[in-house]
């Protein structure tokens, strides 16, 4: 986290099986079309209910990445 | 998420696995008595300790259900 | 939660596994110098990422213990 | 607002034609329920989109009533 | 604070006298309709002022109850 | 908004109507007696319930304006 | 709380008593120059200590009054 | 909101006439370049004012859409 | 608060009485280990209920003290 | 900051030069005319930007002064 | 600020020298990319610490600019 | 910021000068006792006026540092 400048972006990733795979799958989505990808913040937890069961979690985060020079 | 009214209520689940299972006993709990529900947003995740060890989790939630016509 | 004065601290674990894992760092390692800690507070969940894939979970929470007579 | 108990509900009305029709619809459905209703407080404006359009505003607010004596 | 579900509501109790007072009366009234209430948490202090001195102070309260198994 | 000294105050206007009435009340009110105001913004949103029906909407705005010279 | 024109302002009393009397000092205080207050609501609680006991209580209140027609 | 990426982005709508065009104005401009918009959340709502009348509503909204598979 | 360096720390008092006598017992307490004690802020009142009635009111203060040269 | 009532502004200063002495500029005007000014709280540090550099740097701050007895 | 939408980003610019010399660089990353930057808002200020001196601050903005009609 | 667990404490420093220096003057005070800082984040711009000038700068931080295995 040194001499650079980041943007910060904010992305939801969802999944049947929980928080952490919610946010890997933001994450792994991002990086697709970003390169620099260098932290994330989770910023709100939700998820969807049918039938009495979770059925999808959905977890917002702010992602930064290095602008490159 | 169309053209209904909805109420929130606010819950909290306990567990001594981790967050998501803490939010699956509110989830449950909840439909017991309440068959529309719909939604849910984590807002606080706190825990009890004893002897240097995590004994519960405890999850906040609130949940959204259809109010029905 | 009785008649007690508690204190608060803040700190932050890490972990390559996942939130729940982080948290149970924080707590073991504050632990080893506080004997009475009682609950805990996620304030937040952040994290590094390289290559497109999450590294390590960082969790933030504050900490309550009693304060002995 | 003088010498009483009030509780505070939380409801989400929807309409198609904007802000105030999705509370007054939210006062209305609470109100087939809750004779003594007093005030209401917006918290979240949010809606849905549909093919570049606003397609449901969704108005939350907090709804005031006194316990009765 | 143990292996439970609790439902949170929030509640207003007004005084002439004061704070602790206004937060007694919400206590009082909620435990008429409900067994199992464990814990408050203050949100808001307000009141109202006539001829330049304070008629009622007015505190609003979350109260969480056990949901009973 | 250039080169200037802004003081903000805020007011709260109330409607039968709406909240861009509440908020145009407001602002004309304070512009009785202030001359250079310059910007507003919403803060709070809330209003009084009758029989079941919205009576007035009480919207509070921060306005800004120019300290003159 | 009808149809008018509110103005808020922020004012600090302070009590070597409590909360409360530091509440009544600034209602009373902004009295002496405002006839129309109408509400509070308490912003902040702080206070100061000297030789490990508390000296003052100082609240900053948010006090409302009516804007004469 | 079922079982996808989403991403959010934040844009600021005017409108002479109120707060509803002003959320409609930054919703069409965005759909011009953003296929897959779903949702919106007001975040703030502002506006300026000449000679004591509000000339422009400005209201920023955060914008959600579907990244495509 | 003149020339020097301070630091806050957050300490939980709790009283039967109410939440004055709370706030002292937390300052009392961490005077016992700190001397500079200067400043505090209530950050949290909360407490138990049990039977229907409060049984002890729970207030939690950040104290400010000064790191002695 | 003993045994007085304090009332609070909000007054935005700018400057081309950098926050500092924005938040000079705003306690400079404020002093012209109010005499008892105690202390200040940067609430707010926004800008304009043309040509791509930032032109005025704009720091709203909360004012604090003695009500005279 | 006129009859126009905007877009908001957020960016963190770096720099050894302090507060306004990373804003200075944020905006002068972005516009490299972006012609229509209009205003900025400081929402974070944090940095680095290396042997007990500041080696970086890094600030974060958000940035605000015209979509061109 | 690896595989290690945080602490964060929070200090305020002082300045005649201006933010940059209260900053460094808490991080300064703090290094005398704690050899691992890692990073602080500003969470509050205050200060003290006398005879309409500012006299001092207070900085409030939070600081991390690593505790050692």
Avoid: N, P
């Amino acid at each position: 986290m040194g001499d650079h400048v980041y943007k910060t972006i904010e992305v939801t990733g969802s999944s049947t099986e929980g928080i952490e795979a919610a946010v890997r799958r933001a994450v792994s989505k991002a990086s697709e079309t970003i390169r620099q990808l260098r932290w994330f913040e989770v910023v709100d937890t939700r998820g969807h209910i049918e039938d009495g069961a979770i059925k999808h979690w959905q977890v917002t985060v702010k992602l930064g990445f290095t602008l490159e020079e």
